[in-house]
């Protein structure tokens, strides 16, 4: 039988504690875990794991929404250590995943970095360089937009770019459920824009919430917030 299983991880990162939820689509043939925590944080992903009845030997794909930290923080661990395990991202993401071009949140932070008030200059520094401390990972697919691939019956790529460029969603018919990755959050148990501060896009972004929440799936997964019920259809933004 097929399902789909949220996981919860608290995390903290310097001062910031978060709690995510990575997803895992198990079907007869694979385990897919969709984003894959913080820099570090390949042990609570393992222990997670297991709390749900996985191994994480099992897992047979990661799917990468986008090449954020707080996303593929943990993928090149991941692949050391388990290396039949399949990386995929979007075309679009893959030379920011797999290292071949800069991190563009990196780049945005090094920009932003001058501009900061002295107050703000450390906390700039240190997230610096915690995006450089994000290990590269080599991309065994690239997604296409639009594109079915085979798991749990159907799941397919929805191109939702403005929080980084190439950024990928998911639908799941069969769980009647888009995970958006960091198309949205759900904040007081409303949908917004995560960090918009670190948008790359602002305008695309909006362009993109507004797709997955008038999409006609009824439940819309948000790495950061959990499970959100589009039942009286909350206004985007
Ligand atoms: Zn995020």
Redesign the pocket.
Known sequence: MNKLIILKIEMSCGDVNDCISPAVLCDEENRVLVDCGYVGSLPKIEEALRQNGLTPEEITHIILTHH?H??MGAAAAFKQKYPDVLILASAGEEPYVSGTKKSLRLEQAERLQSGLPEEEKAFGEAFCELLRSVEPVPVDRALREGELLPFCGGCQVLATPGHTPGHISLWLREFDTIISG?AAAIEQRRPVL?NPRFTLDIKRAEDSMRLLLSHPARYVLC??GGLFEKENNSEPL
């Open positions: 954020d707080d996303h960091d995560p790495y950061h």
